[in-house]
């Protein structure tokens, strides 16, 4: 039967993945070397493209990795020497700061309630932390943190790196990269394409930290450590055979992102969450669970159901939609729904349709 | 043009992947949840289908990474406390040999010429070294070490952790698990599958030198620490968002190995070692770089030639057929020629007529 995939991560492939994949099987894509020409042209358009559609400055780097998990433990590496700060709310945004204390750190952090965002007058980072970790959107429990709250810590602490957790987020948000120095997600969310790639974006300042903590004499990883990626991105290549197939149809994908246009897909976005928003406000058994409108995700987008969400994703199933549960505790008491480029203004409707008849029989 | 590529990694797909992918696609195998029933099946379908392939004991466990290149990452950071031992004999035994020092620990190594083999005789390897790195297939050189003399590296120092760089060389080799500790190899070579998945075989000294380095408080990762990754195989998972497509390919692929006959495949494949082997040594242009026999590598075959190596693969290419050129230094001295589960004798014969016919116009 066909299933549309609502999943927050993976989730549908952008609509033209599969032809994308035919073609690379056609032109031997996943054959060619890794050390080849065809390989970094390849390599050298996916970064390109990538740079258009979220505005990269030629300023910073862009590297792959097999995961954004692996980004969390690379950015430890690489840019903290002592010591990490994390703002915390939820799974994932907590599993980085419990990274950074399983590589040697000391970590702060400040950890609010499932549900919520941070207020920026109650944020108070020390002295010591050498990297800020935000969670632009986390994808457990669909909070959000305003971009403009995310800049301000940059400016109040200019010194600190800011790294910028944007795992289900891009390419929707905006981001003003003068504003950050690093942010990283993974293919399989907004990007609709196959898991197993991270793409990981920093400006000079990581690049200088994690030089500058070589030469200190700290081990900083191997052959994913920056150094070790920028020796080999100057000649359009990667330091080990990467995920080359996922390399090509993240090019291509941003490629037709640019062509249906990148104001276009962000205007889809929020119309379709203000639907989704709109009918869960309204609805008898289901509440968005992020209560603050300024906190909403509108690319993760967590109901909670006052039925168990189990009956909820069973019945959607039978009309072909899949749509999340819950994470972790709260696996009966949510579903969580991804709102991505991939997912038609149609096929949201349909969704909305769904959920509006929606009742206990 | 319909290209057969002989190039020894990435290489050739396995003759089934393409079908394999179609299905992937129509059963929504890239849009499924990590943590779902669904994966858990496939999970467990790939380490069944490989621990039947290649014969992996029960006490042995199965983790998937990004690629062999992290692998050796892993490895040393998880059973390396302070020294490592390498046996090096090209480019890729060397960069591990490298990353180790990189990962701050003592190092020492036995090199050789390009080439060459080692003779058990030379080896003496330091009481200190915990960790033991053979590579058993050299994919830069095609040198292949006869796995009696690994046998016999564990058999004198049975309290020492011997690790078995298999990356060019499975499924062909038939390893007797019970003497070694660890081996690992990526996908995109014997397997004939897209690049981006590494997959480690390990027995309970793994896990325990890990356990043990942890409880005395090394740092051995996070994430992809052996402990991290037991605490989610037990449930058939992950710990990050996985290469899932790549993870059901290569269940797919062992499986129709399985059923083709894993003796058939070696038996394949030393028919079509001896056809280009013999080949070379009969050539007026081209001659085994491997002088020793028992060290010619049966599925990586590297010839000097006495004309550039570019203008034979340049007209090779214009027949359809894709050969490896010589690695690093040797670029233009050697052609390296993949002998894998996929190539069929008839490709072989194809590959030998042409490179029989052969002359400086």
Not at 121 to 127: F, L
Request: proline share 4%.
């Amino acid at each position: 039967m066909h299933q549309v995939y609502f999943t927050p991560g993976p989730s549908a492939l952008y609509y033209t993945v599969e032809g994308h994949i035919k073609n690379a099987l056609k032109s031997y894509v996943p054959s060619i070397s890794h050390r080849s020409k065809q390989f970094e042209e390849i390599y050298a358009h996916t970064i390109d493209q990538l740079r258009q559609l979220l505005n990269v400055p030629d300023d910073f780097e862009i590297y792959f990795t097999g995961s954004a998990t692996e980004i969390w433990e690379r950015l430890i590496q690489n840019c903290v020497e002592q010591s990490s700060y994390h703002l915390v709310n939820g799974s994932f945004s907590k599993r980085f700061y419990q990274m950074s204390g399983e590589l040697g750190r000391n970590t702060a952090l400040l950890e609010v309630a499932p549900g919520l965002g941070f207020k920026p007058s109650e944020i108070n980072i020390p002295e010591a932390a050498e990297l800020i970790a935000v969670t632009q959107n986390e994808t457990s429990t669909g909070v959000a943190q305003p971009l403009e709250d995310i800049y301000a810590l940059k400016e109040k602490h200019p010194d600190k790196i800011l790294a910028v957790d944007a795992v289900s987020a891009l390419p929707y948000i905006d981001i003003d990269f003068n504003r950050i120095d690093a942010i990283y997600f993974s293919v399989q969310k907004g990007f609709g394409l196959p898991a197993g790639l991270g793409v990981w974006v920093m400006n000079g300042r990581c690049v200088e930290k994690a030089k500058s903590m070589q030469q200190s004499g700290h081990s900083i990883g191997s052959y994913h450590s920056i150094p070790s990626f920028a020796s080999k991105a100057v000649k359009n290549q990667t330091p080990e055979t990467p995920n080359v197939l996922g390399i090509y149809l993240l090019g291509k994908v941003a490629e037709d992102m640019l062509t249906k246009g990148i104001v276009q897909i962000r205007r889809e976005t929020e119309y379709k969450a203000a639907l989704l928003y709109n009918l869960l406000e309204n609805h008898s058994l289901l509440a968005p669970f992020v209560a603050e409108t300024a906190h909403r995700s509108k690319t993760v987008i967590v109901a909670t159901t006052s039925v168990a969400s189990e009956k909820i994703i069973k019945q959607a199933s039978q009309r072909g939609m899949v749509i999340g549960s819950g994470y972790g505790a709260f696996k009966s008491e949510h579903v969580r729904i991804a709102n991505f480029p991939t997912h038609s203004k149609e096929q949201f409707e349909m969704l909305v349709d769904f959920l509006a008849d929606y009742s206990e029989e």
